[in-house]
């Protein structure tokens, strides 16, 4: 497989991951805001927020190598590109395991009690190490690496390829959040909060959904104004408008973060 293939892959698989961890990092943002929370003791809202942490954490080492590809490299595929993307996809799972362990036992304490919530948060964790890393560990196959040219420019077609796939890696992040960010407006304990934090949030929704039409903006001018053909200047235009989105992505994303850690605060 050349370079070309494998970098386009280790983005397709860091896509493949963040999809599952979107679903888990909007529940850590919308559980805060349920009306049961307040009935949750302290110790568990702290591992829900635990929780939100390291989901956040996991989401932005999967979307930092295709920053970092655009950024350092000008979509080009490069050895160095492959190898962050490749570090980073495995880091990014163990924040997500801890992550998903928390939250888990957080959700069967409410069920079943604190006993069997740690009981099947200990299973999820454990499994999921086993699964994402224990798995691979165990079947690894020696490296066949060869000396890979560095400084071969890569086809316009695949740099566009590249340069949209990154963008389908970044989006979720923001449809996540946007998410909850629309529906925690219409809960009480969110029409409890001070008018500061209310307008807070509100900034922050309006962050992340210029974020996300920024990051659909690619799609459509390459569908609209180009024909779907592969052209230089909308490879330029997008590519900035990737970089550009994950501006407003971080701020929306730190905005809300505060939001939810004064909710646990004052609740």
């Excluded at 993307?85 to 036992?105: D, E, H, I, K, W």
């Excluded at 069997?116 to 200990?122: D, Q, R, S």
């Excluded at 690496?145 to 390829?161: G, N």
Aim: proline letters at 4%; aromatic letters at 10%.
């Amino acid at each position: 497989m050349d370079l070309d293939q494998k970098l386009k892959t280790a983005l397709d698989e860091s896509r493949l991951l963040i999809l599952g961890a979107q679903v888990l990092f909007g529940f850590a943002f919308q559980g805060v805001f349920q009306d049961l929370f307040n009935e949750v003791p302290p110790v568990s809202q702290f591992l829900q927020c635990a929780g939100l942490g390291f989901m956040l954490l996991s989401v932005c080492l999967l979307i930092a190598p295709s920053l970092y590809h655009q950024i350092v490299f000008n979509g080009e595929s490069r050895p160095g590109a492959l190898a962050y993307a490749s570090r980073f996809a495995g880091a990014s799972l163990l924040p997500l395991t801890l992550g998903l362990g928390a939250l888990v036992f957080v959700v069967f304490e409410q069920l079943f009690g604190r006993t069997v919530g740690a009981v099947f948060g200990l299973t999820f964790t454990t499994g999921s190490l086993l699964l994402l890393y224990g798995l691979g560990i165990a079947l690894r196959r020696p490296s066949r690496r060869k000396k890979m040219p560095d400084q071969t420019a890569t086809p316009l077609k695949i740099k566009i390829e590249q340069m949209l796939t990154e963008a389908r890696v970044i989006i979720p992040g923001g449809q996540a959040l946007m998410g909850f960010q629309f529906i925690c407006t219409f809960t009480r304990s969110f029409r409890e909060l001070p008018l500061s934090i209310q307008y807070l949030h509100a900034a922050a929704l309006c962050a992340v959904a210029l974020s996300v039409l920024l990051l659909m903006t690619p799609a459509a001018l390459h569908r609209i104004a180009f024909h779907g053909e592969d052209d230089a200047s909308f490879f330029r235009i997008g590519s900035v408008l990737v970089i550009a989105a994950s501006i407003p992505l971080a701020i929306g994303i730190a905005a809300d973060i505060a939001v939810v850690f004064f909710k646990v605060r004052t609740t």
